[in-house]
């Protein structure tokens, strides 16, 4: 399988602390995307990393991307009880033919309690 | 921010029928749409890849007769499982990929129980 694998599979933690989650892949990639899905819902896009790409921040998100270890890393800061949802990493791999065709990693189910 | 639509949102249905689950891509053209499949607390996996206008292209260990999958249009792609198992039982999620590299929207997902 070419699927990613995310750690930890489960994270909780109190509101205003801080979420690491770490993903990591196992082809060259495009670009590593990260998504947030809340229990029964759809998928919602939080931030896309090119390849050539070190760290990018979007509000209270960080992420890092270190292609010589095919890993990546989410953190979010001052966590909410609202950031409660899972957590997934996603690949675009280089030469799949097709734009978009995405992999998921096993995604980090995260738990923020007040 | 682009619209993708799915529907139904949710089916029951008697083993051994058939089910379609349509997605729309509201506001912009989607040369490609992708299926996916989702169990409980896993991850997504992928079943295929439709691009308007030809056949879809399937994962290994997908069944193409049992996933159909039509992309008439632009804006709409149809997944239908036919003669359904309880064992087909799963969350349905859908994307679509716009005409910018990596910019993709997911539907919010179709989830199926097979009685």
């Known amino acids: 399988s070419q699927q990613g694998e995310e750690d930890p599979q489960a994270l909780s933690i109190q509101e205003g602390e801080n979420a690491t989650m770490n993903c990591s892949y196992k082809t060259s990639i495009n670009n590593l995307q990260w998504y947030r899905q809340n229990s029964g819902r759809g998928l919602v896009h939080l931030i896309l990393?090119?390849?050539?790409?070190r760290e990018k921040h979007s509000g209270r998100l960080r992420v890092t991307l270190d292609t010589s270890k095919k890993s990546s890393s989410l953190l979010i800061t001052a966590s909410r009880a609202a950031d409660t949802a899972s957590y997934f990493c996603?690949?675009?791999?280089?030469?799949?033919?097709?734009?978009?065709?995405?992999?998921f990693g096993t995604g980090t189910r995260l738990q923020v309690t007040l | 921010g682009a619209v993708v639509s799915q529907h139904p949102s949710r089916v029951i249905c008697k083993s051994g029928t058939s089910v379609k689950i349509e997605c729309r891509s509201l506001d912009f053209q989607a040369t490609t749409m992708f299926w996916y499949r989702q169990f409980p607390k896993q991850s997504l996996m992928l079943m295929a890849t439709?691009?308007?206008?030809?056949?879809?292209?399937?994962e290994q260990g997908v069944e193409k007769d049992k996933f159909l999958i039509n992309h008439a249009s632009l804006t709409l792609s149809t997944l239908t499982v036919t003669s359904a198992h309880p064992e087909d039982s799963s969350f349905y999620i859908c994307?679509?990929?716009?005409?910018?590299?990596?910019?993709?929207?997911f539907g919010e997902g179709s989830r199926l129980t097979v009685l």
């Open positions: 996603a690949t675009d791999a280089v030469n799949t033919g097709t734009a978009s065709k995405l992999t």
């Open positions: 990393i090119r390849s050539n790409e």
């Open positions: 439709s691009n308007e206008g030809s056949k879809a292209t399937y």
């Open positions: 994307s679509a990929s716009g005409l910018r590299t990596g910019e993709l929207f």
